[in-house]
């Protein structure tokens, strides 16, 4: 009876091996085949006759070359020797026919009675085939792989857009492009400017493995160009779109700038390149050359659009910079001239330095002055208007003039003369908010000098005596021209000791975003006090050089000696 149930359970276990969608075989403790579904012949071929007794792994396991791994990696086997079930994909059998089936599988010991102490005493597999699958999620990795690289890649040219915005100095902004693109975009590039009177220069390239002293002599000027061009970077130049070409264009060019172009292909390696100009508002500033020194590397349609959108974007913010710099210029010619020459009366010395902020917007409110006054008295000004543009350059000297021009007609204290320019300012100028110092030096019968003066919410005047001691003069009343502050202005007065300087300057010299205002204070008093016998012109260059203006803002500097 027992005898009957066993084949009755066998029969029902071959039953369900064979209505099985996947494909089962068996393998005793050596690893030879003992059994073989139908599945098993439909997805490899053999029938069951074929397999049976034979090696399993040498029969079927191949490598991605097709070829029989090392017992010793085979998985299956492994399993048949620890019997720990294991399970994998992309495994590859062998087809009768010779091709490789892409399978995924599972395998699990078998234990049999007295055997099952020693270890399996036999393995199934059970395997399907995945190459359908493995299709699909090959094709869904490569589509988020396109995903996550448009992504990325609009990432990039946001983070580009950030960094070149933010500034506007012409040769950093193009040192940056070329550093942001490598290797996002390419192993390397460079960028070529058209000059206005028809030159072409190289004025940065980079490369991802050539040293920046290799670099350095790629750039520099080029060929000019063309009337008619012929060249690709000469036609993009000349206003063309962009353009993609292998490293073998200009190889037999006649045209110097598509050979000076070719050059620089073989010194990059180059195996494909795209040139795409740097143009705004209907004109072209340039162009960017980006490149694949890898073979098979190309750029297709995609990576085309999006160098043409980091070129586009570039050729604006180079547009700006110029427009920026055309401005500046003009308002710091303008500040230049105004700033009128100073006197030097009688035994008293004045010096006085201007530094415009290396910030191409930031320039035109800063001034300082000098001027005889109708007693004999020395005027000394220093002021910054509200703004950093040409208009606040206008805007300074209208107050420079009226503030003269009081001062000239009041013989009154400094608090006097600021308060009547307050008025002044509301009513016949542009002005709003300003800050500034005026003060009157003079000598008493007893050939004592002495200074009095007033100060409008400007950085405290610096007195620094011969041996070095140094005292902020820190009497201080309300900005010029804010209704809305009240307050009084008081004078101040102060004993000039014999060989001592005093010091003006505006708040460029000791203003800085990242820095407390205390300790720059602070590192001007040390400075000052290491410079006090120094001639004067060269107290002023020392000064400027150590203490190390911001770049922030303009710097103006006056600085009066007394006789010893």
């Known amino acids: 009876m027992t005898g009957q149930v ?9 039953r369900l091996v064979e209505a099985m969608n996947s494909g089962v075989l068996a393998t005793d403790e050596s690893g030879r085949i003992t059994a073989w579904n139908p599945r098993a012949q439909q997805l490899l071929g ?9 090696p399993m792994h040498r029969l079927l396991h191949r490598d991605a070359d097709g070829h029989v791994p090392p017992e010793r990696d085979c998985r299956f086997m492994d399993a048949l020797r620890t019997g720990v079930p294991d399970h994998g994909d992309g495994q590859r059998f062998a087809h009768r026919d010779g091709r490789l ?7 699990a010991p078998i234990y049999a009675g007295e055997q099952a102490a020693t270890g399996p005493a036999g393995l199934v597999i059970v395997f399907q085939d995945a190459a359908d699958r493995i ?36 040769e950093e902004l193009l040192r940056r492009l070329v550093r942001l693109v490598v290797p996002a975009l390419g192993d390397w590039a460079e960028v070529d400017l058209l000059i206005p009177d028809g030159r072409v220069e190289r004025v940065a390239a980079t490369h991802h493995e050539l040293s920046p002293a290799d670099i350095a002599g790629l750039e520099g000027p ?16 000349r206003g063309g779109s962009a353009v993609v070409v292998s490293g073998d264009d200009g190889a037999r060019s006649d045209e110097p700038l598509a050979a000076a172009q070719h050059e620089l292909f073989q010194v990059m390696d180059a195996q494909n390149a ?3 100009p740097l143009a705004a508002r209907g004109e072209t500033y340039g162009a960017l050359t980006l490149g694949y020194s890898r073979p098979g590397q190309v750029y297709g349609p995609g990576d085309r659009l999006v160098v043409e959108d980091v070129a586009r974007r570039t050729g604006l913010v180079l547009a700006n910079a110029r427009l920026y710099a055309g401005q500046r210029n003009t308002a710091e010619a303008m500040q230049r001239n105004l700033l009128a020459p100073l006197p030097q009366p009688g035994d008293l010395r004045l010096e006085a330095r201007y530094v415009p902020a290396t910030q191409l917007s930031s320039v035109g409110g800063d001034w300082y002055d000098a001027f005889m006054l109708p007693d004999g008295a020395t005027g000394l ?12 350059a206008a805007r300074m000297a209208q107050v420079r003039n009226m503030l003269r021009a009081l001062a000239w007609d009041m013989a009154e204290p400094p608090s ?13 100028s542009d002005a709003d908010l300003a800050t500034a110092v005026f003060g009157r030096v003079e000598e008493d019968s007893a050939g004592r000098w002495h200074l009095r003066w007033c100060n409008a919410g400007h950085p405290p005047p610096l007195l620094i005596t011969h041996d070095g001691g140094t005292h902020f003069l820190d009497e201080h009343g309300t900005l010029l021209g804010d209704p809305d502050l009240t307050g009084t202005r008081p004078d101040g007065t102060r004993v000039l000791p014999p060989s001592s300087t005093l010091l003006l300057y505006t708040d460029g010299l000791v203003e800085t975003r990242d820095s407390d205002l205390s300790d720059r204070l602070t590192s001007l008093r040390r400075h000052a006090s290491h410079l006090a016998q120094l001639p004067l012109p060269d107290l002023c260059d020392k000064l400027l050089e150590r203490v190390e203006p911001s770049g922030e803002d303009d710097v103006a500097l006056l600085a009066l000696r007394i006789p010893g």
């Open 381 to 392: 000004v220093i002021g910054d208007i509200e703004g950093h543009d040409l208009s606040a």
């Open 101 to 107: 089936v892409m399978c995924s599988w599972s395998s």
């Open 274 to 276: 795209i040139i795409a």
């Open 46 to 54: 053999y029938t069951r006759d074929e397999v049976l007794g034979r």
């Open 416 to 428: 006097r003369v600021l308060a009547r320019l307050d008025g002044v300012m509301a009513a016949v």
């Open 135 to 170: 299709a699909v999620e090959r094709e869904r990795r490569d589509r988020m792989a396109q995903v996550q690289r448009a992504n990325s890649r609009l990432t990039l040219v946001a983070e580009i857009t950030t960094v070149l915005s933010s500034t506007l100095n012409e």
């Open 6 to 14: 066993d084949d009755r359970q066998a029969t029902t276990h071959d």
């Open 222 to 237: 080029l060929p000019p160009l063309p009337r008619i061009p012929r060249g690709p970077l000469a036609q993009v130049l």
